[in-house]
């Protein structure tokens, strides 16, 4: 069975930094494209980063260069890391697979929320 | 950076309606949009992919259709677990972009 467990979350100052990690079961997290995805209080999905198979990167202009996407394929685990966070950080981020091919992203966390407050 | 807008914001409906879901895409994405369906504390659910497939497990009720710029979902009889939010999303261009969301109330 696919599972996605998020931890890491929690309150953190604005221009502080946090670590969100996820980690995966049932599939190998290093075959797909790997995703954070996040969703602000009362607000919509926002795709903020993935990882592909080859390890290339890609993010949201709204945390190119400041968040920073990676692997670990020895633990199966994928991680956020973001630095200079600012209060409009602040949301639930989620974990979420995409396989290759057709696929959409099919499986994802429970989320952890991150707060960005003083 | 490709917009996705979906049509209406909210939607009141009853148990046994049809309703339709419209979401544009500001540039042409072929076929590589999906839906999601999202309760409040959930996570989001997959319930198509590549505009009109059917993600394993997903009621028949459930429909989409498009390609290009503009797609629909379509819920053929409305049930009580339907009541939701509802998002599109395209893949066929980094960033995968989502549309602001569809509420699907009670009537």
């Known amino acids: 069975e696919v599972q996605l467990v998020e931890s890491g979350g929690g309150l953190v100052q604005p221009g502080g930094s946090l670590r969100v990690s996820c980690a995966a079961s049932?599939?190998?997290?290093?075959?797909?494209?790997m995703n954070w995805v996040r969703q602000a209080p009362g607000k919509g999905l926002e795709w903020v980063s993935f990882?592909?198979?080859?390890?290339?990167?890609f993010y949201a202009d709204s945390v190119k260069g400041r968040f920073t996407i990676s692997r670990d394929n020895s633990k199966n685990t994928l991680y956020l890391e973001m630095n200079r966070l600012r209060a409009e950080d602040t949301a639930v981020y989620y974990c979420?697979?995409?396989?290759?091919?057709?696929?959409?992203?099919?499986?994802w966390g429970q989320g952890t929320l991150v707060t960005v407050s003083s | 950076d490709i917009q996705m807008t979906q049509s209406p914001s909210t939607l009141s409906a009853s148990v046994g309606n049809r309703l339709t879901i419209t979401c544009r895409a500001s540039?042409?994405?072929?076929?590589?949009l999906a839906w999601y369906q999202q309760k409040p504390g959930k996570a989001p659910k997959l319930l198509i992919y590549?505009?009109?497939t059917l993600e394993y497990g997903v009621p028949s009720r459930f429909s989409g259709s498009g390609s290009g710029t503009e797609f629909t979902l379509t819920i053929s009889s409305l049930q009580p677990d339907d009541f939701a939010t509802y998002y599109c999303?395209?893949?066929?261009?980094?960033?995968?972009?989502f549309g602001q969301g569809t509420t699907v109330e009670i009537k």
């Open positions: 590549k505009a009109s």
């Open positions: 979420a697979r995409k396989p290759y091919g057709d696929y959409a992203i099919d499986h």
């Open positions: 540039r042409s994405i072929s076929s590589w």
């Open positions: 999303q395209q893949y066929n261009n980094n960033p995968w972009t």
């Open positions: 990882i592909d198979k080859g390890g290339r990167t």
């Open positions: 049932g599939f190998s997290a290093s075959s797909t494209y």
